[in-house]
């Protein structure tokens, strides 16, 4: 805002009238004279009206065209308004003294005038002042409204001092307008009768575009405010979570909509009042207001809706409290997620997302091509999925390709092994539990692997180990998509695609009455055997070289097999399918010194069972060379695989044999990838 401290009256009176009348005509004729006297401003608005080629004599003013005149009234929209009501009070003080008042853009277009009538006549027919018309020094010379916008600095002009002859009749007094940077917007002026110039005239401008200058700093300060309240409400409603924010009594000042639809407010007014007179956060009448003591993030709720008797919404809620700038607490944000989003975000971060195709299954025998056949079948069906075959044929790779290729193909792919879970453990896994359910449970409850395979597939791997009691909860669940957690009332609607798996005779199962035959019939609506490796044919050649190729890139070496070895695996019946092929190819990987896969790099039991004995079988205490750390590695390696060969898969045993501990054992396991399982 600009402040004009000082403004000084000049000498109007009849001498200095008379002296300029005078000067004037010489100065349009460019005739010498004494010019000095003439206020400089005047003096150089003059010499500027005569290059702009104004023409002395007569009133010539640009006028704007319609719709250019509505443009820029619509551009000046903020400006007229603000200015209006501050013209209309000046004019209530002035009214009747002959006094007009007008606002000019930066410009010098006429957006406003208020007035007299009879002046606002006169001036339409001597000095075209009517909106629209240009009141610039280029158009209208020596006048308050454009030299006062050249200079940019409040004005008082008198008379004589008008450089265009029929304006010389009047006064004029103008102050410039500025936005809150200081940009010139353009100026408010008071015209009236030449007798009647007052130095309070200028004086009162100069107050009103003071107050108009406040108020444009006012308005310039709300609309940004408006603007940025706008952002953050266009921010919160992109929002995929429900949000809502409270003041210090637990009372709404903001929600998004996503909060209102997922609490059912969608035609409630909440703004203002309580949030528990919607909702309470417990079953009872216990203090709401203890759950949001602390901040928390993702905590797994309860919702109860106030004035129904619905069962509770479960979300996982995130609470941040909101500081002034004294650092005092002043409210809290609460955002809702629903418990399927964040399961989405948890399978992402968890890994519970397919990493195989069909593409992934390595094999083009008759028997490969079938199997995919029918599984891409099974595909593009929504019916559960039961999945037949021996340990280490790829019965979860199956699965997840039959997920990738299913309408649930963009939801989660959960895994669970049955077998692999203490007995107590199974069903909190499957099902998932409340807070509280039992002890050591975890404080704020936990999913079940149901929930977290809502919208995708759920893989139950060795069902058959199943024990039977948790099979008749499973089997309910199948039956009602529902899910009901341990310690809970409540049942929970799920959308899953079941894949199960075993290798065991299930129809065996449900003779001894270890399966439950419903179950069983539940389960296997469609059933796909995968073919043990001996059963592929040509395909343990491409998996060898698949194998080999993967091994040679992790190790930045590359191997070759020696032809006999091919005819040694192709006879070989691989009693644990690929995983054994797998782990056979790899220890040759490990024990080979020259890169090449010979058969003596093979366990004794493969070449033993294809009816080979001659070949020397080369080991570390056979070796006379020095030990290398590689050397030392693979001798290792074969100590481990041996034990386990001897005593067929038995980890306990194995480590007697060696003189370690089981753990220790595991460990070595580990570290070669050895799976134990391959040797029963």
């Given amino acids: 805002m600009k ?14 009238n008379d002296r300029l009348r005078e000067a004037w005509g ?48 619509e551009d000046n929209k903020f400006l007229i308004e603000i200015t209006r009501p501050y013209m209309e009070k000046l004019y209530s003080i002035v009214k009747g003294s002959g006094f007009y008042l007008l606002l000019a853009d930066k410009d010098g277009y006429i957006l406003d005038l208020i007035g007299d009538q009879d002046i606002i006549e006169r001036g339409r027919s001597y000095s075209k002042l009517v909106v629209g018309a240009n009141r610039s020094e280029q158009y209208a010379g020596t006048n308050a409204i454009g030299t006062g916008l050249f200079l940019k600095k409040p004005i008082q002009m008198w008379g004589e001092e008008h450089y265009v002859k029929p304006h010389k009749g009047y006064s004029c007094s103008s102050a410039p307008i500025f936005d809150t940077e200081g940009r010139l917007l353009g100026c408010l002026n008071i015209t009236g009768r030449a007798h009647a110039i007052h130095l309070h005239t200028l004086g009162m401008v100069i107050s009103a575009v003071d107050g108009i200058s406040n108020q444009l700093r006012l308005m310039t300060a709300y609309m940004e405010l408006e603007k940025v309240s706008n952002q953050r409400n266009r921010i919160i409603e992109t929002m995929a979570s429900g949000l809502v924010l409270l003041n210090s009594e637990y009372e709404i000042i903001q929600v998004n909509s996503k909060f209102l639809t997922m609490l059912n407010l969608r035609n409630r007014s909440v703004i203002g009042k309580s ?18 003591d602390n901040e928390v993030y993702n905590k797994e709720i309860d919702v109860y809706p106030v004035d129904s008797s619905a069962p509770p919404m479960k979300f996982n809620m995130s609470l941040n409290f909101l500081y002034d700038s004294h650092g005092l607490q002043e409210g809290m944000v609460l955002r809702f997620n629903e418990t399927k989003r964040i399961n989405r975000l948890v399978n992402r971060i968890s890994g519970f997302k397919p990493n195989y195709t069909f593409d992934s299954i390595i094999g083009s025998s008759n028997t490969t091509k079938k199997m995919i056949y029918e599984c891409k079948r099974a595909a593009s069906s929504s019916s559960n999925i039961l999945i037949l075959g021996e340990s280490g044929t790829g019965k979860e790779l199956v699965a997840q390709a039959i997920h990738s290729a299913s309408k649930y193909s963009t939801g989660p792919f959960v895994a669970i092994n049955c077998g692999a879970l203490p007995k107590g453990l199974v069903e909190s896994e499957l099902f998932g539990y409340e807070r509280g359910a039992f002890t050591g449970a975890n404080k704020d409850g936990h999913p079940g692997k149901f929930e977290l395979a809502d919208g995708g597939t759920l893989f139950l791997d060795e069902i058959g180990e199943m024990p039977l009691d948790v099979q008749v909860t499973l089997l309910r669940v199948l039956e ?19 894949i199960a798996a075993t290798n065991r005779d299930l129809r065996e199962a449900v003779k001894d009455k270890t399966f439950r035959d419903d179950l069983y019939y539940r389960l296997n609506v469609l059933s796909i055997r995968i073919p043990p490796l001996r059963e592929r044919g040509d395909d343990i050649l491409e998996l060898t070289d698949y194998f080999i190729k993967g091994f040679s890139s992790s190790k930045g070496i590359t191997y070759s097999v020696d032809p006999r070895v091919y005819d040694i695996l192709t006879r070989y019946t691989w009693p644990g399918n690929i995983r054994e092929l797998e782990n056979t190819i790899e220890r040759a990987v490990n024990i080979t010194d020259n890169n090449m896969i010979l058969p003596e790099h093979l366990p004794t039991h493969i070449l033993q069972s294809t009816g080979i004995s001659d070949i020397k079988k080369e080991t570390v205490v056979e070796r006379e060379s020095v ?21 067929q898969g038995n980890v306990k045993k194995a480590a007697e044999m060696l003189g370690i501990s089981r753990r220790t054992m595991y460990r070595k396991m580990q570290k070669y990838n050895i799976d134990y399982n391959t040797f029963r």
């Avoid at 010498?32 to 150089?44: G, V």
């Avoid at 949030?275 to 949001?292: G, K, M, P, Q, V």
């Avoid at 590689?630 to 041996?642: G, K």
Wanted: aromatic share 14%.
């Fill in 3 to 16: 402040r004009w401290l000082r403004v000084t009256m000049h000498g109007f009176d009849s001498t200095y």
């Fill in 26 to 73: 010489k100065f349009i004729n460019n005739e010498p004279y004494d010019y000095s006297f003439i206020r400089p401003e005047i003096y150089e608005s003059w010499v500027r009206s005569r290059s702009y080629l104004v023409d002395p004599y007569n009133s010539k003013t640009a006028l704007l065209p319609p719709d250019d005149l509505q443009k820029r009234m």
């Fill in 275 to 292: 949030l528990f007179e919607f909702i309470r956060f417990d079953e009872s009448d216990a203090d709401n207001t203890s759950l949001l």
């Fill in 480 to 498: 009602t998509r529902e899910v009901v957690r341990i310690g809970g009332k409540y049942p929970k609607p799920i959308d899953v695609r079941i």
């Fill in 627 to 647: 030990p290398s750390v590689l050397n030392l590695e693979s001798a290792e390696y074969n100590l481990v695989v041996s034990s386990l060969e001897k005593c």
